[in-house]
Nanobody, 122 residues
């Protein structure tokens, strides 16, 4: 059974940082690209960052490029998202899922975790 458990969100002031994590289980974590998505109420879920299964190649949405860094720890089946320079437009629920690759970031599994809320406000 595929599961994702996100944590590490919270309330932060503009310009601040957070590092949410996502623990994955139920599939061979090391063989899939992993993607962070974010969603605000009333809008489509959007891809924020993706990391390849091998080699560490990453890709980012233009809205987060230069501020966010995705990484993964295969020994822990966990993917991280270091978020710096946060602004109110980053407020969203952040979730992770597997993907086929860097160029095909559509979520691979139907299962989703509960996500972790990130709120950027002064």
């Amino acid at each position: 059974q595929v599961q994702f458990v996100e944590s590490g969100g919270g309330l932060v002031q503009p310009g601040g940082s957070l590092r949410p994590s996502c623990a994955a289980s139920g599939f061979t974590f090391s063989t899939y690209a992993m993607t962070w998505y974010r969603q605000v109420p009333g809008k489509e879920r959007e891809m924020g960052a993706v990391i390849a299964s091998v080699g560490g190649t990453t890709s980012y949405a233009d809205s987060v490029k230069g501020r966010f860094t995705i990484s993964r720890d295969k020994s822990k089946n966990t993917v991280y998202l270091q978020m710096n320079g946060l602004n109110p437009e980053d407020t969203a629920v952040y979730s992770c899922n597997a993907a086929l690759g860097i160029l095909v970031t559509t979520a691979l599994f139907r299962s989703w975790g509960q996500g972790t809320q990130v709120t950027v406000s002064s």
